[in-house]
Nanobody, 127 residues
């Protein structure tokens, strides 16, 4: 059973930056995982933010965050990151890390493809 633990959320003024971390444990097949960051604002469904395939480091981004957010991984430490720059008020949400085995559909950034989720970390961006 894969365990995911997010950290790094907080409150930041618009234009600022935050880095989220997601520590992965409980799996020896981490290198074959597609990892993703998703977010959910109050009253909304989960929305895709970015994904990365650990085996190749290919990355994909939602249009709303391209050029501002960067997903990356530290393979040795089983951790993925989401560097968020130029934050906007609309980026405020609970951010979740998620994992699924294999590279298929990793580029879709579709939360319905992911079966393993962390508890989330709150991001608040104020004007």
């Amino acid at each position: 059973q894969v365990h995911l633990e997010e950290s790094g959320g907080g409150s930041v003024q618009a234009g600022g930056s935050l880095r989220l971390s997601c520590e992965v444990s409980g799996s020896t097949y981490y290198q074959y995982y597609c990892m993703g960051w998703f977010r959910q604002a109050p009253g909304d469904k989960h929305a895709g933010v970015a994904t990365i395939y650990i085996g190749s480091t290919d990355t994909w981004y939602a249009d709303s965050v391209k050029g501002r957010f960067t997903i990356s991984r530290d393979k040795a430490n089983n951790t993925i990151y989401l560097q968020m720059n130029s934050l906007e008020v609309d980026d405020s949400a609970m951010y979740y890390c998620a994992a699924k085995a294999g590279s298929a559909d990793c580029s879709r950034i579709d939360p319905q493809q992911f079966g393993n989720w962390g508890q989330g970390t709150q991001v608040i961006v104020f004007s």
